[in-house]
């Protein structure tokens, strides 16, 4: 069974940080190329960081320079590193596979970012 923990959001003002995590198990994660996707109130679910099988690394324009993905095969999880935060940046996020198709979603952490 597949399943997908998201972990390490909370609620930080702006220009803090914070380490998110994403748990997975039932599947092969070191052959998965993952992303982390996010999803503020009344918006589509966007995806913000994605990494490789291999540790490729790219962003969305609105998060880089601030935000960094990495993965830990020995322990099948998913980070990512939030630094400069801005208000912008609430929403629910979710890891995932960086293309479709897609594991079940997970429930997600809730990252909320006052001014």
């Known amino acids: 069974q597949v399943q997908m923990v998201e972990s390490g959001g909370g609620l930080v003002q702006a220009g803090g940080s914070l380490r998110l995590s994403c748990a997975t198990s039932?599947?092969?994660?070191?052959?998965?190329?993952m992303g982390w996707y996010r999803q503020a109130p009344g918006k589509q679910r966007e995806l913000v960081a994605s990494i490789t099988s291999g540790g490729s690394t790219d962003c969305a324009d609105s998060v880089k320079g601030r935000f960094t993905i990495s993965r830990d095969n020995a322990k099948n999880t998913l980070y990512l590193q939030m630094n400069s935060l801005k208000p912008e940046d609430t929403a629910v996020y979710y890891c995932?596979?960086?293309?479709?198709?897609?594991?079940?979603w997970g429930q997600g952490t809730q990252v909320t970012v006052s001014s």
């Open positions: 039932g599947i092969i994660f070191s052959i998965n190329g």
């Open positions: 995932n596979r960086r293309r479709p198709p897609y594991y079940g």
